[in-house]
């Protein structure tokens, strides 16, 4: 398409701000037919392109982006002679061509999203000067600022699932995420500024959790000069409180190994309930590091709301090592005082950072229950 011509070719943007109900409705309607899509048993399969024109364009023109000379599917990358699957751009200048602002690439329905995807469409970004990408597959979708260094984790801002409600108030925390995509954010500062804010917040949240950090060394100092005697772990832990509004969570009593307490996992919204061969509760991380499905030393992710809330890492007992504390289970109090809530099931907000891309601890553990069930089965009576 000739790029002069869109330059002279000008639509009308769509503000968020004005359409917002009818935003909320268009996107409300799209989630609720991939909703009812997943809840076939078995789920039918559904071609990337089918993907995108059920579930993928309709969300990218209910935030604002349509029209000829906003959207461009299958943007040439000259460089490296690939395509991208959605380039979207802001408005044209008196003198200027339109400038891509948003990168979108999509998957099939149900494909997994890796690294390998994620850094495929920031490369791509990077050599065509495209500050924002985002890769999804219908349900799942992660937001990238491209600039940000040094490296992909730093770069993922957001993490959503888009089916991940069950109430109108819920519904809405997930559009207020998803406005951060809008042609209304992405074209003004309000992007850049939510992002900022929340690299401010995960920043000083990292620094003053941390027992080892340095200012909390300072502020030791400083109390330890005002007679007051206090360890990191107890600074640390009057920040959390602040944070959170919660009360101080006694350190638990050292066990050998951590047995999740029984507390089954509700169903995620959008897929069948699932019926593994045995109970899951019961089963340890230990449990899964002895089966070989983990490894001691991995990187675990904690998150909520589409954001990233803490990282850790797996210890060789199954414990949860985590700003110096050793954490006996996913589901610890803790880690839901991090969402502000009194519970939390871990296994469903715990990621595992593999190779080929971050996976729940829930779907390691279901390999798991599968592999005990298959290995019963096969097994002489």
């Known amino acids: 398409m000739n790029r002069e011509w869109l330059t002279n070719y000008r639509l009308q943007p769509i503000a968020w701000g004005s359409h917002v109900d009818d935003a909320r409705e268009r996107i409300r309607h799209t989630l609720d037919e991939l909703r009812a899509f997943l809840s076939h048993d078995p789920v039918p399969q559904l071609s990337e392109a089918d ?26 990358v000259k460089s490296s002679q ?4 959605y380039v979207l751009f802001g408005s044209a200048g008196a003198w200027t061509s339109p400038t891509p602002m948003l990168a979108i690439e999509a998957k099939p329905l149900g494909a997994r999203l890796t690294d390998k995807n994620a850094a495929q469409v920031v490369q791509y970004c990077a050599v065509e000067g495209i500050e924002w ?56 500062a309000n992007a850049r500024t939510w992002l900022e804010q929340l690299r401010l917040d995960q920043s000083l ?61 509700p169903p995620t919204p959008g897929k069948p309930e699932s019926k593994p061969s045995q109970a899951h509760y019961g089963v340890s991380l230990k449990d899964l590091i002895d089966a ?20 850790a890492e797996l210890a060789d007992d199954g414990y949860i090592v985590w700003n ?14 991090l969402r502000g809530t009194s519970s939390v099931n871990g296994w469903t907000s715990w990621y595992v950072e593999l190779p080929s891309g971050r996976r729940l601890l829930a779907d390691v553990r279901q390999d798991y229950l599968n592999n005990q069930s298959r290995s019963r089965d096969q097994s002489p009576d």
């Open 324 to 337: 110096g504390e050793r954490v006996p289970y996913p589901s610890d109090r803790r880690f839901a005082q």
């Open 205 to 265: 949240r990292e620094i003053m959790l941390d027992p080892n950090a340095a200012p909390i060394k300072t502020l030791r100092k400083t109390l330890a000069d005002r007679d007051i005697s206090a360890t990191p772990q107890a600074i640390t832990q009057w920040f959390r409180t602040q944070l959170t509004g919660a009360a101080p969570t006694p350190d638990p009593p050292t066990t050998p190994i951590p047995i999740e307490p029984p507390s089954p996992d």
């Open 133 to 188: 990408a985002a890769l999804t597959n219908g349900r799942y979708l992660e937001f990238f600022n491209t600039f940000l260094k040094p490296d992909l984790r730093a770069k993922r801002v957001l993490n959503l699932d888009l089916l991940d409600f069950s109430t109108d108030s819920e519904f809405d925390e997930l559009v207020e995420q998803l406005k951060r995509l809008s042609r209304e954010s992405i074209t003004t």
């Open 51 to 76: 993907t995108k024109a059920y579930f993928v364009e309709p969300i990218i023109a209910a935030l604002g982006w349509q029209g000829i000379g906003v959207v461009t599917r299958e943007y040439y």
């Open 82 to 85: 690939e395509f991208i699957d």
């Open 292 to 311: 070989g499905l983990l490894e001691s030393g991995m990187r675990l992710v904690f998150t909520g709301r589409g954001r990233d809330l803490a990282h």
